[in-house]
């Protein structure tokens, strides 16, 4: 539902996103694109275990998770994905601060 304020405190000022075609996003890319619907998620949800190690005040997670977005100028995408980040406790909160999402098999042809 695009529920901007929520997204935005948890992600972090520095947050860079590398999604499954490889092109970093910043932040405001990243919440801009959200919020203009140029990024439209239908699913994001893990499949698998999700893997939590901690290291003080920073934690990275891993699981497998199935994707199903559209995104404009690059079509539908209905896929499987590795995601790793890493959050970070700022001001008393967790924050995100790196992800990575690695399709697995390639990342798919646009579908329909």
């Known amino acids: 539902d695009a529920d901007m304020a929520a997204v935005e405190a948890l992600i972090a000022d520095d947050f860079q996103l590398v999604p499954p075609p490889g092109i970093p996003l910043s932040r405001a890319e990243y919440l801009d694109a959200v919020a203009a619907g140029a990024i439209d998620y239908h699913a994001?949800?893990?499949i698998s275990e999700i893997h939590v190690r901690m290291y003080g005040d920073a934690a990275?997670?891993?699981?497998?998770?199935?994707?199903?977005?559209?995104?404009?100028?690059?079509?539908h995408f209905d896929t499987k994905?590795?995601?790793t980040c890493v959050y970070e406790r700022r001001e008393g909160r967790w924050q995100i601060a790196w992800e990575q999402a690695t399709a697995v098999g390639g990342f798919p042809p646009p579908a329909g």
């Open 60 to 75: 990275a997670m891993r699981y497998l998770a199935h994707i199903d977005v559209v995104v404009a100028g690059l079509g």
């Open 44 to 46: 994001f949800e893990p």
């Open 81 to 83: 994905a590795w995601v």
